[in-house]
């Protein structure tokens, strides 16, 4: 299984840029990397999934460097409504969200 | 216009009482999903069926048991509930269960066991 290591918390102030960095140095060739987002009292929400390169959505962008080690995770202008835990899942592991990090948003 | 609903939303029991939540997906997907997260935050993954037929059972009592009438339903059954069932029970539901699938989770079960 590949693993993921994420850092547990993150603060950050209203309109900043917020990246959340992940860590999958066992990724395999064929795994993608998604990310989930999950408010108080409510099952995650999937934000983004890419592969390599970059992906770009409404919500977020997702970087991820040639050796595929690990990826990044940018919210861009974040707001209050952003405070939620993220999780990062590779491969095998889509179904092991481990505590992933919890991203605290200040006005 | 729910995608995946459960019921019911807050659960209180005693210890050894048998309870259920049922879990209703209108996504014509053909995977479901039940995950338990722990005051930890930590979301496991208990079981999935694809197509009414169980393919991922990871180690759990037997007191739980998941049912699953249709692809659109999949229930969870616990027997004699102790105070480590304490939790949020989560149901999913995707395409068809793959490595790219992505889950759409529904609202969670908090379950407290007195």
């Known amino acids: 299984l590949a693993k993921t290591t994420q850092p547990i918390s993150m603060d950050s102030y209203e309109g900043q840029e917020v990246n959340i960095t992940c860590s999958h140095n066992n990724i395999a060739t064929n795994d993608y990397i998604t990310w989930y987002q999950q408010f108080p009292s409510q099952g995650p929400r999937f934000i983004i999934q890419g592969y390599k390169t970059k992906v770009t959505n409404e919500v977020a962008s997702l970087f991820i460097p040639a050796d595929r080690k690990s990826s990044t995770l940018s919210l861009p202008r974040v707001s209050l409504s952003d405070t939620a835990v993220y999780y990062c899942?590779?491969?095998?592991?889509?179904?092991?969200f481990g505590s992933g990090t919890k991203l605290n948003v200040k006005p | 216009d729910t995608a995946v609903s459960q019921t019911p939303k807050y659960l209180v029991t005693q210890m050894g009482n048998d309870k259920s939540i049922k879990c209703e997906q209108n996504?014509?997907?053909?995977?479901m999903y039940w995950y338990k997260q722990d005051s930890k935050k930590f979301l496991k993954i208990m079981f999935s069926?694809?197509?009414?037929?169980?393919?991922i059972n990871e180690t759990v009592p037997n007191r739980f048991s998941p049912k699953s009438p249709d692809k659109a339903h999949l229930n969870l059954h616990i027997n004699s509930l102790e105070l480590g069932d304490s939790a949020v029970y989560f149901c999913?539901?995707?395409?068809?269960?793959?490595?790219?699938?992505?889950?759409?989770f529904g609202p969670g079960t908090r379950l407290t066991v007195l």
């Open positions: 899942l590779v491969g095998d592991d889509k179904f092991y």
């Open positions: 999913a539901s995707s395409q068809v269960g793959t490595r790219r699938d992505t889950q759409y």
């Open positions: 069926y694809n197509n009414k037929e169980l393919i």
């Open positions: 996504l014509g997907h053909d995977t």
